[in-house]
């Protein structure tokens, strides 16, 4: 059933209220009506007004990332695959517990909702999770494809952000973060390659990069090499809250290698 044009006018003010850009899609469709897709994407109530007063059918969509809200999509693709494993393994983590508000999408999966963030987009195709933020959007309630609406599931209590390099590391780890325990002995690295080799990663690999950098250099215990491959992240554009979240996850790794190594040989 599709909603009342009145309803989506209404949601759409709301959405824009709390400081969320939205713009309209093709009635029925995921693909934006307006000139430059997203880009157009607005909290001016009286461009809203103008868009669903000469395209009352449309349906709505929020851009993501800063201001808007971050998304985690969880693909339902019948006989091939959904996330719903993935979704499963990040919950028993905790990583879900500053979703605002989750959304069941027409497909069967859904959309998690957290705080916006300038994080990049981001996918895990082989896991059916798909990260909406910097550069992309999503179509929201009450908007409906196939003659199914997406609608409001659930409301959780403590809203919060998902940090997205932390999910891909853990859903689906890179062999050579993850490839044994820690060194028993401090290896020495060359901070100054390091941080070159961190400067130059492309955009989409930053947070990995730099997550496999700082395991590095927080091995090797050299005084500077993590300021060193700090500063050559906030060179290639990240955030100093990734930069930090990233060192500091990285950290927990190497000690959590360390205390498995020693309990390993406290066991022989």
């Known amino acids: 059933?599709?909603?009342?044009?009145?309803?989506?006018?209404?949601?759409?003010?709301?959405?824009?209220s709390y400081g969320w850009p939205v713009f309209p899609c093709w009635p029925c469709s995921k693909e934006p009506a307006t000139r430059h897709g997203f880009l157009d994407a607005t909290t001016d109530p009286d461009q809203i007004r103008h868009w669903w007063c000469y395209k009352p059918?449309?349906?709505l969509a929020i851009a993501t990332g800063l201001p808007g809200p971050d998304v985690?999509?969880?693909d339902q693709r019948g006989e091939a695959g959904n996330g719903f494993a993935a979704l499963r393994r990040l919950r028993r983590e905790g990583l879900l517990d500053g979703a605002a508000a989750i959304v069941a999408t027409p497909s069967g999966g859904l959309h998690a909702y957290f705080a916006g963030s300038t994080q990049p987009s981001g996918r895990l195709p082989n896991h059916h999770l798909d990260f909406k933020a910097r550069g992309g959007y999503v179509v929201a309630p009450p908007s409906q494809v196939g003659g199914r609406r997406y609608r409001l599931a659930a409301l959780p209590a403590r809203p919060g952000g998902l940090d997205w390099a932390v999910v891909a590391r853990l859903v689906e780890p890179e062999p050579h973060i993850h490839a044994g325990p820690a060194p028993r002995a401090k290896t020495s690295v060359d901070p100054d390659r390091l941080a070159i080799w961190v400067e130059r990663?492309?955009?989409?690999?930053?947070?990995s990069g730099l997550f496999w950098a700082?395991?590095?250099?927080?091995?090797?215990?050299q005084r500077?090499?993590?300021d060193d491959i700090a500063a050559a992240a906030a060179r290639t554009g990240l955030t100093s809250r990734e930069i930090t979240r990233t060192i500091a996850s990285a950290r927990r790794e190497v000690r959590r290698g360390n205390a498995q190594h020693l309990e390993r040989e406290a066991m022989r």
Do not use: F, K
């Open 72 to 74: 985690l999509d969880v």
């Open 57 to 59: 059918g449309a349906n």
């Open 201 to 207: 990663l492309p955009e989409g690999n930053r947070n």
């Open 1 to 16: 059933m599709t909603a009342h044009p009145d309803q989506v006018l209404r949601r759409a003010l709301a959405y824009a």
């Open 224 to 226: 500077g090499t993590l």
């Open 214 to 221: 700082a395991c590095r250099a927080a091995e090797s215990g």
